[in-house]
């Protein structure tokens, strides 16, 4: 069974802080994702990555970057942490072999930035 | 860009009952439709999709339709239990011929079946 996890479940950190979060998925999945969370919003997309190395935009990548050294890791990063980040993120990955694979997602990590 | 909308945002049934959760696209290019479920404190979880060349599909208690023409589709679920509880969303992806079709997700529903 597909395990996407997420490193941290819940992460309290300041404004202006540097931060990082962290995924690994295990069945060697080509594509992972990075979504946001927000309550009446639905899942924004914030980063995605086809392949080492790669990253693509989402709909949401303001105040976001990210990377893929590895193919079974993907991480965000708020470079500078603010308020409105608080949410809730949510780490997918699916495999490149055909078109529109189901998503697996972790179980997600609740950022309070304060 | 795709904009899915999704209503209702929250469906209170009593158990037995038939539950149905409908939402709108706005892009004609999109060609697949799934459905997640969120149980409290975890991630989305896959529970049934369709593509734009079927109009119906059905899995035990859960079913989905889709109306191209319309640019909507609905999910089902008949006699609902209280484990059917949890954070529904939809979503529509156009996959442009990629794996990486990006899905474009709902608002969700929370759906709460009371014994």
């Known amino acids: 069974d597909v395990k996407v996890t997420q490193s941290s479940r819940y992460l309290v950190k300041r404004t202006g802080e540097k931060v990082f979060l962290e995924c690994v998925q295990d069945?060697?999945?080509?594509?992972m994702f990075w979504y946001r969370q927000d309550p009446g919003l639905g899942l924004r997309l914030i980063y995605f990555?086809?392949?080492?190395?790669?990253?693509e935009k989402g709909d949401i990548p303001e105040g976001y970057s990210v990377s893929r050294e590895k193919k079974e890791r993907f991480s965000l990063i708020l470079e500078s942490a603010s308020t409105n980040q608080t949410s809730m993120y949510l780490c997918?990955?699916?495999?490149?072999?055909?078109?529109?694979?189901?998503?697996?997602f972790g179980n997600g990590t609740r950022l309070t930035v304060t | 860009g795709e904009n899915v909308e999704q209503h209702p945002s929250t469906l209170s049934v009593q158990e037995g009952d038939s539950a149905v959760i409908k939402c709108t696209y706005s892009?004609?290019?999109?060609?697949?439709f799934p459905w997640y479920k969120q149980e409290l404190g975890k991630g989305p979880q896959l529970i049934i999709d369709?593509?734009?060349?079927?109009g119906e599909k059905k899995d035990q208690r859960i079913a989905v339709t889709l109306n191209k023409t319309a640019k909507h589709f609905s999910l089902h679920i008949t006699e609902t239990q209280p484990e059917d509880s949890a954070v529904y969303f939809c979503?529509?992806?156009?996959?442009?011929?990629?794996?990486?079709?990006?899905?474009?997700f709902g608002q969700g529903t929370i759906l709460t079946v009371h014994p």
């Open positions: 069945m060697d999945h080509e594509n």
């Open positions: 369709i593509r734009s060349n079927v």
């Open positions: 997918a990955s699916n495999p490149g072999d055909r078109h529109n694979s189901p998503l697996h």
């Open positions: 979503a529509a992806s156009s996959s442009g011929g990629t794996s990486y079709g990006k899905l474009t």
């Open positions: 990555s086809y392949d080492v190395k790669m990253k």
């Open positions: 892009d004609s290019a999109s060609n697949y």
